[in-house]
T-cell receptor, first 116, second 111 residues
Framework: DVKVTQSSRYLVKRTGEKVFLECVQD?????MFWYRQDPGLGLRLIYF???????EKGDIPEGYSVSREKKERFSLILESASTNQTSMYLC???????????????FGPGTRLTVL | DAKTTQPPSMDCAEGRAANLPCNHS???????VYWYRQIHSQGPQYIIH???NNETNEMASLIITEDRKSSTLILPHATLRDTAVYYC????????????FGKGTMLLVSP
């Protein structure tokens, strides 16, 4: 079974703090993703990575950065947390496609972050 | 990616089959149909996907109409733990195309 784990299920931080969210997958997947999910707004992509040290901006990268130093690990960093970053953060991973096959994304359990 | 239409909610009795419909009338030839579900406060869980043939795995069956404009996810023997929001997604076969979830169908399985 594919396993994607996230460092915390619940996190409470103060405005201005630097926040690290970590994601680890054990299936040797090339692609990893960070999303946030908010009521009424659905799933929105923050950043994704298709290889070690590679990253691409998603739809809403402002206020976030990412790090991928090892294939299995993808970190999301909130440089200076703000209240509008209170959300559910979801990490996902998927294998690299080949021959036109689509990729299935597997999700972690999520981190519910509250910024006070 | 093509848009999908799902009923906002459905009920099912425990032990019965749950049949969740999805319309995707603008689907194009290289787009797959994916199903995910999300149990409250958890991450989305992949269920099944298909291109044109019917598919079955240990969780569910996916029936895609011949014209590919609609599909049905079947949970053969629903349990209380199947209560969740079910998302039908249509997406192209690209390397790292992202997922866009619509509103989905809230399936409530009752004793």
């Amino acid at each position: 079974d594919v396993k994607v784990t996230q460092s915390s299920r619940y996190l409470v931080k103060r405005t201005g703090e630097k926040v690290f969210l970590e994601c680890v997958q054990d299936m040797d997947h090339e692609n990893m993703f960070w999303y946030r999910q908010d009521p009424g707004l659905g799933l929105r992509l923050i950043y994704f990575s298709y290889d070690v040290k590679m990253k691409e901006k998603g739809d809403i990268p402002e206020g976030y950065s990412v790090s991928r130093e090892k294939k299995e690990r993808f970190s999301l960093i909130l440089e200076s947390a703000s209240t509008n970053q209170t959300s559910m953060y979801l990490c996902a991973s998927s294998p690299r496609t080949s021959g036109g096959l689509t990729d299935t994304q597997y999700f972690g359990p999520g981190t519910r972050l509250t910024v006070l | 990616d093509a848009k999908t239409t799902q009923p906002p909610s459905m009920d099912c009795a425990e032990g019965r089959a749950a049949n969740l419909p999805c319309n995707h009338s603008t689907i194009s030839g290289n787009e797959y149909v994916y199903w995910y579900r999300q149990i409250h406060s958890q991450g989305p869980q992949y269920i099944i996907h298909g291109l044109k043939n019917n598919e079955t795995n240990e969780m569910a069956s996916l029936i895609i109409t011949e014209d590919r404009k609609s599909s049905t996810l079947i949970l053969p023997h629903a349990t209380l733990r199947d209560t969740a929001v079910y998302y039908c997604i249509v997406r192209v076969a690209l390397g790292y195309s992202t997922l866009t979830f619509g509103k989905g169908t809230m399936l409530l399985v009752s004793p």
